[in-house]
């Protein structure tokens, strides 16, 4: 009877352990979800014409330390002569260096991959200026008329087609580019921005704008907002435009210099070159209205000579950043929370002129 006992004993309590076994066997593993925050800021630096002192500046978004030349740093050379813009898409960082004729391609923390040169039939090399991204392609302006596509596996330049003299910036739309032609250089600026198909590059319209187009952009809906710098000031100040996606017409909305977008949200700034800074502006893309002309709480102090040279929102936090250059010294990036309250400012290099992102994710 006791050895009965003992074997039923035994025998419960193995069933036991393999029931417990069983069960956390079946337990589904425990996901703990990160949430996204921003790793990184990099910050593009013209530099001097003619002078290739252009450069990258890292900020570490957590310990607020600064890395003034990035790229010279990772690389062993100096990045180029007269960069403009920086873009990141997919696993990559692509900037375009104008005065060096070339766009260069790094991993996202500034290694360079490949350097993407484009020439013209004459063996003259295009001038590569502003970039929009989608479709797993970068499209490219190239100033000196055209605008191209880079293919972001081969890392080659694969289609180029002309556009009209001086396009600047571009946005993507339902498979379409939107081009600011600006003519800048030309003895009268021009008046028009450009639609292409974004496969074939081949022309569907111009919708006509005010003089010197430059900076675009476009909202979830689809329409698409032009400043134009007229001729500084001297009859046409710089204004914003938005071109409605149904009509495919242009309407002014206000006077502005730059502009950036988050989530159907456009900042903009209003400094009129050698004048003080008037407006900090947000607009409301959905409602087609301004919430605000001063989304600054606290002032930016202005050294003499001294603007606006690039503005951005962070995607995640919301965060403003906001370059101050005099165009001759290092400058200052400037960072505001949501509310427009001075979070933090930390030096850069010379004029900073455009700003990308780094996350988590």
Same mark, same amino acid.
């Given at each position: 009877?006791?050895?009965?006992?003992?074997?039923?004993? *035994?025998?419960?309590?193995?069933?036991?352990?393999?029931?417990?076994?069983?069960?956390?066997?079946?337990?589904?593993?425990?996901?703990?979800?990160?949430?996204?925050?921003?790793?990184?800021?990099?910050?593009?630096?013209?530099?001097?014409?003619?002078?290739?002192?252009?450069?990258?500046?890292?900020?570490?978004?957590?310990?607020?330390?600064?890395?003034?030349?990035?790229?010279?740093?990772?690389?062993?050379?100096?990045?180029?002569?007269?960069?403009? &813009?920086?873009?990141?898409?997919?696993?990559?960082?692509?900037?375009?260096?104008?005065?060096?004729?070339?766009?260069?391609?790094?991993?996202?923390?500034?290694?360079?991959?490949?350097?993407?040169?484009?020439?013209?039939?004459?063996?003259?090399?295009?001038?590569?200026?502003?970039?929009?991204?989608?479709?797993?392609?970068?499209?490219?302006?190239?100033?000196?008329?055209?605008?191209?596509?880079?293919?972001?596996?081969?890392?080659?330049?694969?289609?180029?087609?002309?556009?009209?003299?001086?396009?600047?910036?571009?946005?993507?739309?339902?498979?379409?580019?939107?081009?600011?032609?600006?003519?800048?250089?030309?003895?009268?600026?021009?008046?028009?921005?450009?639609?292409?198909?974004?496969?074939?590059?081949? &022309?569907?319209?111009?919708?006509?704008?005010?003089?010197?187009?430059? &900076?675009?952009?476009?909202?979830?809906?689809?329409?698409?907002?032009?400043?134009?710098?007229?001729?500084?000031?001297?009859?046409?100040?710089?204004?914003?435009?938005?071109?409605?996606?149904?009509?495919?017409?242009?309407?002014?909305?206000?006077?502005?210099?730059?502009?950036?977008?988050?989530?159907?949200?456009?900042?903009?700034?209003?400094?009129? *070159?050698?004048?003080?800074?008037?407006?900090?502006?947000?607009?409301?893309?959905?409602?087609?209205?301004?919430?605000?002309?001063?989304?600054?709480?606290?002032?930016?102090?202005?050294?003499?000579?001294?603007?606006?040279?690039?503005?951005?929102?962070?995607?995640?936090?919301?965060?403003?950043?906001?370059?101050?250059?005099?165009?001759?010294?290092?400058?200052?990036?400037?960072?505001?929370?949501?509310?427009?309250?001075?979070?933090?400012?930390? &030096?850069?290099?010379?004029?900073?002129?455009?700003?990308?992102?780094?996350?988590?994710?």
């Amino acid at each position: 009877m006791k050895k009965i006992d003992l074997l039923l004993g *035994w025998l419960f309590s193995a069933a036991f352990l393999f029931t417990l076994t069983s069960c956390e066997s079946d337990d589904e593993p425990v996901v703990v979800e990160v949430p996204e925050q921003t790793e990184g800021v990099f910050v593009l630096n013209r530099g001097n014409f003619k002078e290739n002192n252009a450069s990258i500046s890292y900020f570490d978004t957590e310990s607020k330390t600064v890395v003034s030349d990035l790229f010279s740093t990772l690389n062993g050379r100096k990045l180029g002569d007269s960069a403009q &813009e920086l873009l990141v898409y997919g696993g990559k960082m692509y900037t375009t260096v104008y005065g060096s004729y070339q766009i260069e391609v790094m991993d996202k923390k500034g290694k360079s991959l490949k350097t993407i040169t484009s020439k013209n039939t004459d063996d003259s090399y295009h001038q590569p200026r502003c970039m929009a991204s989608g479709n797993g392609k970068v499209y490219v302006t190239f100033y000196d008329g055209y605008v191209g596509i880079v293919d972001t596996t081969s890392l080659e330049v694969t289609k180029i087609a002309p556009v009209g003299l001086n396009p600047e910036q571009l946005t993507l739309v339902n498979n379409k580019i939107y081009v600011a032609v600006s003519e800048g250089m030309a003895t009268t600026p021009g008046t028009k921005v450009a639609v292409l198909d974004a496969t074939t590059l081949a &022309e569907i319209t111009k919708i006509d704008v005010l003089m010197n187009p430059t &900076e675009i952009l476009s909202d979830s809906q689809g329409d698409v907002y032009v400043i134009s710098m007229g001729d500084y000031g001297n009859t046409l100040n710089n204004t914003l435009q938005r071109i409605d996606k149904q009509t495919q017409k242009s309407t002014v909305l206000m006077e502005a210099t730059t502009m950036t977008m988050k989530n159907d949200t456009l900042y903009a700034i209003n400094a009129l *070159w050698g004048k003080p800074v008037t407006d900090y502006i947000k607009y409301d893309c959905k409602n087609e209205s301004v919430i605000t002309t001063n989304f600054l709480k606290d002032a930016i102090t202005y050294p003499v000579g001294a603007n606006p040279s690039c503005l951005a929102v962070d995607p995640v936090t919301g965060n403003i950043y906001i370059g101050v250059s005099d165009f001759k010294t290092n400058s200052d990036m400037h960072i505001f929370s949501p509310e427009g309250k001075l979070l933090h400012k930390f &030096e850069v290099g010379l004029e900073p002129k455009s700003i990308a992102f780094i996350s988590n994710k």
